[in-house]
Every structure is written in structure tokens, then in C-alpha cells.
């Protein structure tokens, strides 16, 4: 069974697998205070790297997961991950880019996101109408967070002049 069984049966599967998405969306808010921690003790791109895999484990989890409570888990962690790789872009721009151009590059990010996200859903479909599943949904979707980690671990060492001055004491 997968979650798109489980969103095909009876309404109160349904159900389930509304409060499976809230599971993940409330442990996202934790994610965000627990790796806004680690990115301030291990360093933020170390956390980001390791949040992209595991969001990549869970979503290739995915495949081979069946019963309600293996769901539910999956997307605490799934969640927990997500939500706390997010917000650590912002102060990953910063250190690598400086305060000056943070907007534009916090755009450039979100506009590429958005663009990757508007496309999921087509890609999704057309993947489940080829092969009558989401086994391949799943493996690509894990091979995309796989090459955003990857990527993510190509960023040179971070240039220490781009400290912002505010942070500098007087």
C-alpha cells in the first residue's frame, strides 16, 4: 500500500492520509528549532547536506512502506528534515553571498524551487500514467535530493570577508 492507496479508499483513508501530511507539516516546525541548532553548533552547510540526504532516504522510504504507523514515522522524519533544511538557506546565502545581495539570491532560490515544484506534479502524473505507479516518482524524486546535496557539497569554503559588519564588535 502506499500513500496514494491510501488517498484512493474509503474517506476515512482519506482522512488518514490528510493527518499523515499534518504529521509532516507539524514536525516541521521542530525541524526548523532542532537544525537551526545544529547549523549554529556543526556549521549550516553540513546540516543542509545532511537534511537533502535524508529528506532523499525518506522519500526513496517511501517505496517500501505499507502499514498507517510506517507512514505516519516517515513523515515525522520526512517533515522534521524538510522544515529544517529550509530556513537554513537564508543564512547559507548569506555567509556565501553576503548581506548585500541576499534578496536577489534568496529570489534565485525560491523562483528555482517553485519552478521544481510546479513541475513535480506533471512529472508525477505523467510517471504514474506510464507505469502505473510511483515507484519511479519516488527514486527520481530521491535522485533530485541526492544531486542538491551533492551540489551543496561542491560550495567552496565560505569567504570569512563577507561577514556581516553589524556582527563585528564596536
Known amino acids: 500500500m502506499t ?3 491510501i488517498e484512493r479508499q474509503a474517506p476515512a483513508s482519506a482522512i488518514a492520509a490528510a493527518s499523515i501530511y499534518s504529521v509532516e507539516g507539524f514536525a516541521g516546525l521542530f525541524g526548523r528549532v532542532i537544525f537551526g541548532v545544529l547549523g549554529d553548533k556543526l556549521g549550516v552547510k553540513r546540516v543542509i547536506i545532511g537534511g537533502l540526504v535524508l529528506q532523499a532516504a ?3 522510504t517511501y517505496i517500501y512502506v505499507s502499514e498507517l504507523s510506517h507512514f505516519y514515522a516517515l513523515a515525522a522524519v520526512l517533515g522534521l528534515a524538510y522544515g529544517g533544511v529550509m530556513p537554513l538557506y537564508a543564512v547559507l546565502a548569506r555567509d556565501y553571498f553576503g548581506p548585500k545581495v541576499m534578496g536577489t539570491v534568496l529570489g534565485g532560490i525560491t523562483m528555482t524551487s517553485s519552478i521544481g515544484m510546479a ?3 506533471i512529472g508525477g502524473g505523467w510517471i504514474f500514467d506510464t507505469f502505473g505507479d510511483y515507484h519511479w516518482l519516488y527514486v527520481s524524486s530521491a535522485v533530485i535530493g ?3 546535496a551533492a551540489l551543496a557539497l561542491a560550495f567552496p569554503p565560505k569567504n570569512q570577508d563577507l561577514a556581516p559588519t553589524g556582527a ?3
Do not use: D, E
Open 58 to 60: 525518506c522519500i526513496y
Open 146 to 148: 541526492l544531486a542538491a
Open 168 to 170: 563585528v564588535p564596536a
Open 119 to 121: 513541475f513535480g506534479p
Open 3 to 5: 500513500l496514494a492507496n
